[in-house]
Structures are given as structure tokens and as C-alpha cells.
Antibody, heavy 120, light 107 residues
Framework: EVQLLESGGGLVQPGGSLRLSCGAS????????????MSWVRQAPGKGLEWVSA????????YYVDSVKGRFTISRDNSKNTLYLQMNSLRAEDTAVYYC?????????WGQGSLVTVSS | DIQMTQSPSSVSASVGDRVTITCRAS??????LAWYQQKPGRAPKLLIY???SLQSGVPSRFSGSGSGTDFTLTISSLQPEDFATYYC?????????FGQGTKLEIK
């Protein structure tokens, strides 16, 4: 079964940077990490889910919610089965648990989440 | 961007009840809709994709319907483990957007 494990979260000051990683494992039946688009979704404390970004299997196509465009960059290293989210110019409103998720006909596998806190 | 509106925001029900949650898109999304269940402190879990297809391993008491702009998630007979928050999500166009969530509570 596919497993996703996020890392890299923590406390950062406003204006600072952080890079999240999401390691993937458990692909079977001839499918590999590069077979699937991947996505980041976040959830602010006590709030609902917000889709943040997605990337195609090859990494050639990327997509972002307007609130993070120009500040966040999604990327992937298919040789390492790893997804990344580089977050720059962080704001207090970026404070959230960040989930990575595998994209098929929905977001069918999710990581456990990584907490990012932006505060001075 | 496509806005997703769920109703109700919260609902109280008893074990064995039938519950329906609705989700409306601000523009047509064909059948590009998914439903998720989230319990406190846990990652969301995919229940339904393509508006009405049951994800593998999800109990058959969960069902989805609709197309275009109006969708429903129905739980036919509530079980204790179903008390959670439910979200719809459109996958018709980027940015993918979620509804605000429906909290299902025990009456």
C-alpha cells in the first residue's frame, strides 16, 4: 500500500522560508511514483481543508492557489520518490498542517501532515 | 475559481439514521467531485470519487450522486465510526477547491 510521509515543518518567523518534503513508498503493479500527479493540501488550526498546489507526474506542469503564487514552489524528484514544497515569504496566515496527497480520481492517499507555524 | 458550498454546516443525528449532505458548485463541474471524511487529528480519507464511485474499502452505506452543479453524499444507516467532518472537493479545474465542511455530530 502507498505510504506518504511528510517532514520539514516547524516554527518560522514571518518572512522566512521552509521546505517541506514528502517521501513516497509502496507503489506496486508496475506503477511508480512518477506515474502519479501529487498535491499539497493545508488545514489551518480549527479550519477546513484548502488545496494549495499540484504537480504532474513528470514535474512539467504545476498549479497553485492564488494566495501562494509567487511564494511557494512545488517540485518533485522522481529518482528519490519525493515531493517538495518550498515556501518563501511566509505569513502568519500560512500557519497550518500541510498534507501531501497522491492524485488519481481524487486524493486517494494522504500523509499524516506536517505542522508549519509562522510566528515571531 | 470554482466555489463549493456545502450544506448543512453541521448536523446532529443518531446511530441508524439516514443522513444526506449536499454540495453545490458555482459552475458546472460535470462529475469531477470527490467526498472525504476527516476525524479529529487525522488526515482526510477519500470516500467517493467521480461523484458516485465508491473508493475501495469504503462501506457501501456511503453513496454519492449528482452531476453538473449539485451533488449529494448519503450515509444510509449511521454507524458510531461515521461521526466526523465531511468535505466535498471539485477536480474539474485548478485551483481544486473544497467545500467548507459538514460536521456530523451525535444527537
Amino acid at each position: 500500500e502507498v505510504q506518504l510521509l511528510e517532514s520539514g515543518g516547524g516554527l518560522v518567523q514571518p518572512g522566512g522560508s521552509l521546505r517541506l518534503s514528502c517521501g513516497a513508498s509502496g507503489f506496486t503493479f508496475g506503477f511508480t511514483f512518477s506515474s502519479y500527479a501529487m498535491s499539497w493540501v493545508r488545514q489551518a488550526p480549527g479550519k477546513g481543508l484548502e488545496w494549495v498546489s499540484a504537480i504532474s507526474g513528470s514535474g512539467d506542469n504545476t498549479y497553485y492557489v492564488d494566495s501562494v503564487k509567487g511564494r511557494f514552489t512545488i517540485s518533485r524528484d522522481n529518482s528519490k520518490n519525493t515531493l517538495y514544497l518550498q515556501m518563501n515569504s511566509l505569513r502568519a496566515e500560512d500557519t497550518a498542517v500541510y498534507y501531501c496527497a497522491k492524485v488519481t480520481r481524487g486524493l486517494d492517499y494522504w500523509g499524516q501532515g506536517s505542522l508549519v507555524t509562522v510566528s515571531s | 475559481d470554482i466555489q463549493m458550498t456545502q450544506s448543512p454546516s453541521s448536523v446532529s443525528a443518531s446511530v441508524g439514521d439516514r443522513v444526506t449532505i449536499t454540495c453545490r458548485a458555482s459552475q458546472g463541474i460535470s462529475s469531477w467531485l470527490a467526498w472525504y471524511q476527516q476525524k479529529p487529528g487525522r488526515a482526510p480519507k477519500l470516500l467517493i470519487y467521480a461523484a458516485s464511485s465508491l473508493q475501495s474499502g469504503v462501506p457501501s452505506r456511503f453513496s454519492g450522486s449528482g452531476s453538473g452543479t449539485d451533488f449529494t453524499l448519503t450515509i444510509s444507516s449511521l454507524q458510531p465510526e461515521d461521526f466526523a467532518t465531511y468535505y466535498c472537493q471539485q477536480a474539474n479545474s485548478f485551483p481544486y477547491t473544497f467545500g467548507q465542511g459538514t460536521k456530523l455530530e451525535i444527537k
